[in-house]
């Protein structure tokens, strides 16, 4: 019984590293990249769940800026 536990150890250990991998690259991806955030929430309508931990990181790393307005522009008043 002993071995059957290793071998499916063995078996899932790869594929979880593998997924682990995927998911905080993505997330790093869209902290530091809000166009690639955008993509993924294109892809995949769930990971909108996470934008206030997104958020929440921009916030603590100092890069929680607005993006500015195009030159062309000018005209608005705020």
Same mark, same amino acid.
Do not use: C, N, Y
């Given at each position: 019984? #002993?071995? =059957?536990?290793?071998?499916?150890?063995? $078996?899932?250990?790869?594929? =979880?590293?593998?997924? $682990?991998?995927?998911?905080? #690259?993505?997330?790093?991806?869209?902290?530091?990249?809000? +166009?690639?955030?955008?993509?993924?929430?294109?892809? $995949?309508? +769930?990971?909108?769940? =996470?934008?206030? +931990?997104?958020?929440? $990181?921009?916030?603590? =790393? #100092?890069?929680?800026?607005?993006?500015?307005?195009?030159?062309?522009?000018?005209?608005?008043?705020?």
């Amino acid at each position: 019984m #002993g071995g =059957l536990f290793k071998f499916i150890g063995d $078996v899932f250990k790869p594929i =979880l590293t593998i997924v $682990v991998t995927i998911f905080l #690259g993505a997330f790093l991806l869209s902290v530091f990249w809000p +166009a690639a955030d955008a993509w993924i929430i294109g892809h $995949v309508p +769930a990971w909108e769940r =996470l934008s206030p +931990a997104i958020l929440q $990181v921009r916030e603590w =790393l #100092g890069i929680h800026q607005p993006e500015p307005d195009p030159w062309w522009m000018f005209w608005r008043s705020e």
